[in-house]
């Protein structure tokens, strides 16, 4: 069975930085493609992040480049998402998520087929 659990969210001020972590179990990183997305209230999911499991390429949206940084530990089958000079419109519930098995992961969550609980995400100005 396959399962992704997310850590690491929380509360903090504009320009502040968060790490979250998405521990994977069930399936190898090394075989499939991770992403993260996003949901803030009354909005529509979005998509954050990704990074493929073949060349560690990543992926962002255009609203976190710059920003935000998506990475991998094969050992520990956990992905990570460095977010740096955050603002108050970053806050949402952050998911991670496994893609269905993609090269090159796209930014639809319907490419994806298994998902964590979330991790609420509060930037405050």
């Known amino acids: 069975q396959v399962q992704l659990v997310e850590s690491g969210g929380g509360a903090v001020q504009a320009g502040g930085s968060l790490r979250l972590s998405c521990a994977v179990s069930?399936?190898?990183?090394?075989?499939?493609?991770t992403g993260w997305f996003r949901q803030a209230p009354g909005k529509e999911r979005e998509f954050v992040a990704a990074?493929?499991?073949?060349?560690?390429?990543?992926y962002y949206a255009d609203s976190v480049k710059g920003r935000f940084t998506v990475s991998r530990d094969n050992a520990k089958n956990t992905v990570y998402l460095q977010m740096n000079s955050l603002k108050p419109e970053d806050t949402a519930v952050y998911y991670c998520?496994?893609?269905?098995?993609?090269?090159?992961?796209?930014?639809?969550?319907?490419?994806?087929?298994?998902w964590g609980q979330g991790t609420q995400v509060t930037v405050s100005s």
């Open positions: 990074i493929s499991w073949r060349s560690r390429n990543t």
């Open positions: 998520a496994s893609n269905n098995g993609a090269v090159i992961p796209g930014t639809s969550g319907r490419e994806y087929d298994y």
């Open positions: 069930g399936r190898s990183l090394s075989n499939y493609a």
